[in-house]
C-alpha cells in the first residue's frame, strides 16, 4: 500500500523550470518503479518520465527528453521530477504513480497521486 502526494507545481514563464515532488507513504519507494504522467484539459493522460528502484537508465517521453529528469530519494520516500526549457505544451497536470515494472502505460501502475498543475505561459 503506498499513498502519493504531488506538490512543486505552479505557473511560470516557457523556457522556466520546475521542480515537481512526489513524497510517498506506506511501503517504501524502493520496492517501486516510479513515474510521471501528465494530462492537459480534454486530452488523455501520458506518459512523461519513470525510473526505476535499482540503477539504469530512466525512461523519458521523446517530448521532454533532454528537458526533464527524473530522480528519488529512497531515504526520503520522494520522487522527483526536474523540468527545465518548459513550453506551453507542458501544461498539464502532472501525477506520479508507483507500479512494478518500467513502463510507459499508464495502466501498469497501481498508485497515483491527486496530481499538481504546471502552467507555461508563452
Known amino acids: 500500500q503506498v499513498q502519493l502526494v504531488e506538490s512543486g507545481g505552479g505557473l511560470v514563464q516557457a523556457g522556466g523550470s520546475l521542480r515537481l515532488s512526489c513524497a510517498a507513504s506506506?511501503?517504501?519507494?524502493?520496492?517501486?518503479?516510479m513515474g510521471w504522467f501528465r494530462q492537459a484539459p480534454g486530452k488523455e493522460r501520458e506518459f512523461v518520465a519513470a525510473?526505476?528502484?535499482?540503477?539504469?537508465?530512466?525512461l523519458y517521453a521523446d517530448s521532454v527528453k533532454g528537458r526533464f529528469t527524473v530522480s528519488r530519494d529512497n531515504a526520503k520516500n520522494t520522487m522527483y521530477l526536474q523540468m527545465n526549457s518548459l513550453k506551453p505544451e507542458d501544461t498539464a497536470v502532472y501525477y506520479c504513480?508507483?507500479?512494478?515494472?518500467?513502463?510507459?502505460?499508464?495502466?501498469?501502475?497501481?498508485?497515483w497521486g491527486q496530481g499538481t498543475q504546471v502552467t507555461v505561459s508563452s
Open positions: 504513480a508507483a507500479g512494478g515494472i518500467v513502463t510507459m502505460r499508464s495502466v501498469n501502475y497501481d498508485y
Open positions: 506506506g511501503r517504501t519507494l524502493s520496492l517501486y518503479v
Open positions: 525510473i526505476r528502484g535499482s540503477s539504469g537508465n530512466n
